[in-house]
C-alpha cells in the first residue's frame, strides 16, 4: 500500500510540482505570493526527486545497496523537504499578518528581493534543522537479517556487532538521543510553526474584525489559498508527526502502531502532490473555461483592493 501511494505521489507530484515552479518561476509577474509559492513547490519537487529511492528500498525488503552516504542523503533531504515546506508556511503567515496590522508600515520594506532573502534564511534553517539526520542515519548489515544491508538510525555510533552495542551506558545514551530527537523534530517541526500560524491568524480575523472589512476582500483568493495549503499540511502531517512521538519516546511499535504508522506515512506523503489541486480549486471560475496558467495566476494574485480608505486593512493588503 505505501509503495503504491508513493508511487501515485512520484507521478502526479512531479508533474504537478514542475508545473507550478514553471508558472511562478518563469510565466507569472513576481510578487512575494509567487515566491512563497515557488518556494513550497521546490520543497515539495526535492521530497518527490529521492522518492524512488524510498520506494526501490521497500519493494527490496528494506535492503539498502546504495551505501552509507546515500543513505544519510536521502533521510536528509526528506526532512529538510518537511522543514522548508513549514517554515514557508510560517513566513507566509507572518507576512500576512504583519501587513494586515501594519500595512503603512510594511508598505515600502515589502518585495520580490526581501522574500527571496527570507527565503534563503528558511532553507539556511531547514539544513540546520536536518543536520542530526545526516550524523546519526547509518547502513551496515542487518544483524537479525542475513544477507540484508539496512539503512536506519543508529543513535549509538557504535556497530550492532560490536559488544559495546549492549553496554547499558550506550543503551542509556542511545534511548535518550532518541527521544529527545522524537521530541525536538514535534516541537519544531509541527508543535511550534502551527502555534505561530494559528496566532497569526487569530491576529488577522481580531484586526479585520475590529475594522470591519468588507467580506469580499477579507476572502480573496491569495489568502483562502493560503489558508488551504496551510491546513492541509498539518493535517495530513499530524498523524505522522503524533505516530513519530510515539515510537521515538516508547522505542518500539505493536503490530497495531506498524499499521497506523504506515496509513500516516501514506497520508503524509500525499500531501506532496495536494497543493495544485488546491491551487486549481482556489483559482478556478467555474463559470468560465481558463487555461492552466490563468487559473494559477487567479489562484496567487492579489485583488486590486477599493479605494475607500475604510478598507486598507483588509487581507487583501497582505499582498
Known amino acids: 500500500m505505501v509503495i503504491a501511494v508513493q508511487c501515485l505521489v512520484l507521478v502526479v507530484g512531479a508533474l504537478g510540482n514542475g508545473l507550478v515552479i514553471w508558472a511562478t518561476g518563469f510565466k507569472l509577474k513576481k510578487t512575494m505570493n509567487t515566491v512563497w509559492f515557488l518556494n513550497l513547490a521546490v520543497a515539495d519537487l526535492l521530497y518527490i526527486t529521492f522518492l524512488p529511492l524510498a520506494v526501490m528500498h521497500e519493494a527490496n525488503g528494506w535492503h539498502w545497496p546504495l551505501g552509507k552516504f546515500m543513505c544519510k542523503l536521502r533521510s536528509t533531504v526528506d526532512e529538510v523537504a518537511i522543514f522548508a515546506s513549514v517554515y514557508v ?20 520594506r515589502r518585495g520580490v528581493r526581501t522574500a527571496s532573502c527570507v527565503s534563503v534564511g528558511v532553507w539556511v534553517l531547514a539544513l540546520v534543522l536536518s543536520s542530526p539526520q545526516f550524523i546519526f542515519m547509518d547502513s551496515g548489515p542487518d544483524p537479525y537479517v542475513e544477507n540484508r544491508t539496512e539503512c536506519g538510525i543508529n543513535f549509538s555510533n557504535v556497530s550492532t556487532f560490536s559488544d559495546e552495542y549492549e553496554y547499558p551506558a550506550v543503551v542509556l545514551l542511545t534511548q535518550f538521543r532518541e527521544q529527545a530527537m522524537a521530541i525536538s523534530y514535534f516541537l519544531l517541526g509541527y508543535g511550534v510553526p502551527l502555534a505561530i500560524i494559528v496566532s497569526c491568524y487569530a491576529v488577522i480575523i481580531h484586526r479585520l474584525r475590529r475594522n470591519r472589512s468588507p467580506a469580499g476582500h477579507s476572502q480573496g483568493r491569495p489568502f483562502r489559498t493560503t489558508a488551504a495549503v496551510i491546513a492541509s499540511f498539518f493535517l495530513c502531517f499530524a498523524p505522522y508527526q503524533i505516530m513519530e512521538v510515539i515510537y521515538g ?24 502532490c495536494l497543493n495544485l489541486l488546491l491551487y486549481v480549486l482556489m483559482g478556478q471560475d467555474f463559470k468560465k473555461k481558463h487555461s492552466i496558467l490563468k487559473v494559477l495566476e487567479r489562484a496567487f494574485t492579489e485583488e486590486e483592493p477599493p479605494s475607500n480608505p475604510s478598507t486598507n486593512l483588509s487581507l487583501s493588503d497582505a499582498q
Open 89 to 108: 508556511l510560517v513566513v507566509m503567515s507572518v507576512d500576512r499578518c504583519v501587513s494586515v496590522v501594519w500595512p503603512v508600515w510594511v508598505q515600502n
Open 249 to 272: 519516546v516508547a522505542g518500539r511499535l505493536s503490530d497495531i502502531d506498524v499499521v497506523f504508522y504506515a496509513l500516516a506515512a501514506c497520508l503524509a506523503s500525499l500531501y506532496h
